[in-house]
């Protein structure tokens, strides 16, 4: 689907670059490009790094930098390029922020839409209130609004039905704090916005942004892609990195939901570093600008990024005294940061396919390049550290993550009767119906793409292994007559036996 660049030193570097034309650059990019390349090949000069990565820089309308590191599956060593496609996880809710912007900006949905516009019976449970439920404040997770049971249908089971949401926050809406950053929000700005347009995030998404702005290389759909082509997410699991399956269309939303290229990313970074000019027109730059504007207060330190304020999709704050735009994002085995200036015009982005120190390893990358952009006079000194303080940390956390221990790598035998009694359909009236079933000689559990096995203990009982993030689960089956369990507990929640 995507072009291939060429593979010139890339076997024996483990990194490509392509140059951006010398006559469109800044003054110093090519220093910046020649500096930023070395403390990176110094910061990934560890095992705990990941698989593969790629970052990019930017500059108003011109790529400084731009490189693929390693590989995009640890199972085949296919090398990561900049046109492989990546998960960007929560970098998704800025792409959803443009889109709430036109929708607001065209009168389609004014961000000053609350819930009684949408469901006008709808009741929530006291004290909230259906009126003060407003577009901007979902998408700036200051709704004051919150409900577990929706998020987990959207974002592990890809279950839940438009039709139901409403009954669903009338009977299990909280109050939430008056900032609680999830992804419930978002997910439930899309429902709104579904309903007032007919039309679904994924469509809305791609007729309104991804095409007008030539975002060709993104994609709402796995379906899009081919499987090889893929940048896959890695987890470190016995000491190693494993690869973990692709997250599904079916949970692919307006919170976490797109694959991107390195080179797409640029795309995007470029529409807002060049005041939308490199929008060519298809979205006007009032329209982009809005999405930067603080709808919400916070006050995070989020690994020496001081966030004060909340947009459109994206986090508000200042680094060494100037002003800046970004959005994190994460899933089990992939990382995504992309950052920048508005006054400088400066923006860099970094995808990761791997977790375990990924975070810290964005933070120390993505606060170098700005020092080297600004010319701080500290950034030389602070490389070192910095690089020090990654190593360390990326051992320390891989050290101490969960691995695969022998309760998962050598079960105790299934006990022929508890899996007669243990099969059937259960349903829990929040999060929604799980089947438990028994597959050769074992049990698994499954409801939309959520799917896990239950992996006998030799001291009796079980443990969940989700099979999407290799993690376990407390796991508790109860006894009920007729030969068979009336119902199960899983991390606390409990499902109860659909009788046949």
Known sequence: ????????????????AIAAPASAEAPGAAAFRRDFGSFIDRLRATPNAPPGFIVIAVHKGTTVFERAYGT?????????TLDTPLYNASLTKAYTGVLASLLHHNGTLPLTTNLTDIWPTLQLPNPLKAENVTAAKLLSHSSQIFDGGLQHQSNA??????????????????PAASFRYSNFGPFLYSAVAEVRTGETWHRALKRLVLKPLGLNATTTRLEDLRPDEVGQCHVVRGGAWRRV???????????GGMYATARDTAKFLKVFTTDGAAARGKISPHVLRYTWQPQAKQDVDFGGFKRDSYGLGWDLGAYEGRRYVSRAGGYYGCRSYALWLPEEKFGIAVLSGGDAGANRLHLQLL??????????????????????????????????????????????????RVAERATGVYINDRLGRIVVSRINRGLTLKSGVFEGDLVPLAEGGFLFHDLASLETSAFKFIGGPAGKYEAFELDDDRYDRIAR
């Open 245 to 255: 399956p692709p997250k599904q269309t079916a949970v692919l939303n307006a919170a």
């Open 1 to 16: 689907m995507y072009p291939k660049v060429t593979l010139v030193g890339a076997l024996a570097t483990g990194a490509i």
């Open 367 to 416: 606060m170098q390049a700005l020092d080297m952009w600004i010319r701080h006079p500290e950034a030389a000194s602070r490389a070192g550290p910095r690089i020090a303080a990654y190593h360390k940390a990326a051992a320390a956390e891989v050290a101490g993550h969960q691995t695969l221990d022998s309760r998962l790598t050598n079960p105790a035998p299934l006990d022929a």
């Open 72 to 80: 995009r599956d640890v199972r085949t060593n296919a090398p990561m």
């Open 157 to 174: 089971t890809g279950t839940y039905r438009l039709a139901e949401v409403p009954a669903h926050l009338a009977r299990y809406a909280t």
